[in-house]
């Protein structure tokens, strides 16, 4: 017959579970102090949360006008430069009509200008010689007048000569003065002609602008691809009405597709740029796209939210983030026409120590 402790029993099947839970938070301390250490070691670093990306370009009118042909079609392929919509440009000519007669006029009335100018200058000098002549004619007075007051004090003049003398004085001081005032508006008729032509000058340089923002405006109605690539739907129709910013249509210069690969950022412990990588497309199961890190943004997905989080709160939870990894495609696997933005993909990059990004 066993012997049995009383109680001993109970006393295992407590020390069991002590055991079991001292295990366990053992497990739990070692998993939670050493997750962050496994999930960024060196290797194969996978995300499922990757995409394809491209840059779509929207196709905006740039001045407003009635559509008058649209000849592209939805998803199309095209060329640089090609035609993607033409406006009326009815309006647009007349205004590069008017800017043109408008700095015809501008050069017409510069030519009078000058025409003008020449002419005062001419008048200036004529002037000029007016007044060089009445100082000689006044000179010559003067020493007339001397002469006659020497004759007179001899008794071998009348007093009537003498005075006719200081007449004629007063009549040249007065012509003199009337010569100069003629003469100082002339040189200053000759300085508002300058003036106007400064102005017309100012005048032919906004005619010409203005001529230049009239081309601009009528080539405007011509939209043409910026680049290579494939549209999307057109926005607008025929007949209508578009205006300023109006969006025409987007394009995507495919084949030109990259990766964005939003990593958790304890897997980016050991990744560096330049570091290979491989691309998995869910449309295309089973075909491999190589090629390698790019570049890292420079914060967190939560940084450029609308909304981005503000931790100083008095409760505080720690949320592992996301970072975006770039990741550029070398070898397409034949699958170069096929990519387009917004496929979701499984990115994979060898993350070895490399040094600091």
């Known amino acids: 017959m066993r012997f049995a402790w009383p109680g001993w029993d109970r006393f295992f099947e407590f020390t069991w579970r002590i055991l079991v839970f001292l295990v366990a938070i053992g497990i739990l301390v070692v998993v939670s102090t050493n997750w962050s250490r496994w999930e960024g070691r060196q290797g194969w670093q996978s995300t499922a949360d ?21 000849p592209i079609q939805d998803y199309q392929r095209v060329r640089r430069g090609q035609v993607l919509a033409q406006l009326v440009d009815d309006d647009y000519r007349a205004a590069v009509a008017q800017a043109e007669a408008s700095i015809l006029s501008a050069t017409a009335q510069q030519q009078v200008l000058k025409a003008q100018r020449t002419l ?3 008048n200036v000098q004529a002037a000029r010689a007016v007044v060089a002549a009445t100082v000689a004619s ?12 020497q004759l007179l004090k001899t008794g071998s003049s009348s007093t009537e000569a003498h005075e006719k003398l200081e007449t004629l004085r007063a009549q040249l001081e007065a012509q003199l003065a ?11 008729e000759l300085a508002v002609l300058d003036a106007q032509l400064k102005q017309n000058e100012a005048a032919l340089v906004s005619a010409r602008a203005a001529l230049v923002i009239a081309r601009l405006n009528l080539e405007y109605t011509t939209i043409t691809a910026p680049q290579d690539g494939v549209l999307g739907q057109r ?4 007949g209508q009405l578009v205006g300023a910013g109006t969006q025409i249509t987007t394009l995507t ?15 980016l412990t050991h990744m560096a740029v330049g570091q290979p ?13 190589r090629g390698h890190v790019e570049s890292f943004a420079p914060a967190s997905g939560a940084e450029f ?7 100083a709160t008095g409760n505080f939870t720690k949320v592992v983030q996301r970072i975006s990894v770039k990741i550029l495609i070398d070898d397409a696997d034949g699958l170069t026409d096929r990519l387009v933005p917004g496929m979701s993909v499984i990115a994979r990059v060898h993350a070895t120590d490399r040094g600091p990004r």
């Open 50 to 70: 990757a995409y394809l990306q491209s840059d779509l370009t929207p196709i905006s009118a740039k001045v407003a006008g009635y559509v008058r042909d649209l």
């Open 120 to 122: 005062q200058l001419a």
């Open 138 to 149: 006044r000179a010559q007075n003067g020493r007339d007048l001397m002469r006659q007051e």
């Open 178 to 188: 009337q010569t100069r005032a003629q003469a100082l508006a002339a040189e200053r």
């Open 235 to 238: 926005q607008v129709k025929p």
């Open 253 to 267: 210069p495919l084949p030109h597709v990259w990766v964005i690969a939003n990593y958790k950022e304890t897997q």
């Open 277 to 289: 990588a491989e691309v998995t497309v869910d449309t295309f199961p089973g075909r491999t796209l």
């Open 305 to 311: 939210a609308l909304l981005p989080p503000d931790n």
